[in-house]
């Protein structure tokens, strides 16, 4: 009896403890309801994604797949992508303009992806992009990189202070 009595109070004692574990909620959705690109709409969906741990993870891990930091490297600017770590943004800073320059492309060699790449994997990018610059939330910028690769994680980069890059006389760009 009372070996019955101990077996029960184990089983019940289990229950209860594995009832009592609170776990992290993940949203795994890949779109937000309702949510569109452009305007107001388009920060939010971009929100969605830079407070989101794993989908800035999952932008950093795409950044390597697709060979972002062939043009870019690693965020700093190369031969032919411009820099996405300082405060000068051609094309914008906010999440639509990163959105749009990635789905559509650009003049000057920037390559349109939409159709070629999901929807949700080109807001992913558009959010790391952002936290490139410390512009996604210190909570949600990935800690370590996962690849190993030698470059600072985002949660320890200075916000910047973008601004509209003005065109350069020299080369005509507008």
């Not at 009832?19 to 971009?46: H, I, K, L, T, W």
């Not at 320059?101 to 349109?112: K, V």
């Not at 990018?125 to 490139?132: D, F, I, N």
């Not at 949660?155 to 006389?169: G, I, L, V």
Request: hydrophobic residues 35%; charged residues 20%; negative net charge.
């Amino acid at each position: 009896m009372c070996s019955h009595s101990l077996e029960v109070g184990i089983v019940l004692c289990t229950t209860l403890l594995v009832a009592a574990c609170e776990r992290e909620m993940r949203n795994f959705d890949p779109v937000p309801e309702g949510a569109q690109v452009g305007g107001s709409s388009g920060a939010a969906m971009v929100s969605h994604y830079e407070r989101n741990a794993h989908a800035l993870a999952t932008g950093k891990r795409l950044w390597t797949w697709y060979n972002c930091g062939g043009c870019h490297a690693n965020g700093g600017g190369g031969a032919s992508g411009p820099a996405l770590m300082d405060a000068q943004w051609l094309y914008g800073w906010d999440a639509a303009s990163i959105y749009q320059s990635i789905a559509d492309g650009r003049a000057n060699g920037m390559p349109a992806y939409r159709g070629r790449i999901p929807e949700d994997q080109l807001w992913q990018l558009a959010a790391y992009v952002r936290s490139l610059s410390g512009l996604a939330p210190q909570d949600g910028a990935p800690n370590r990189d996962d690849a190993l690769l030698t470059r600072t994680p985002e949660s320890f980069s200075d916000k910047q202070n973008p601004e509209r890059a003005q065109p350069s006389a020299a080369t005509g760009q507008r």
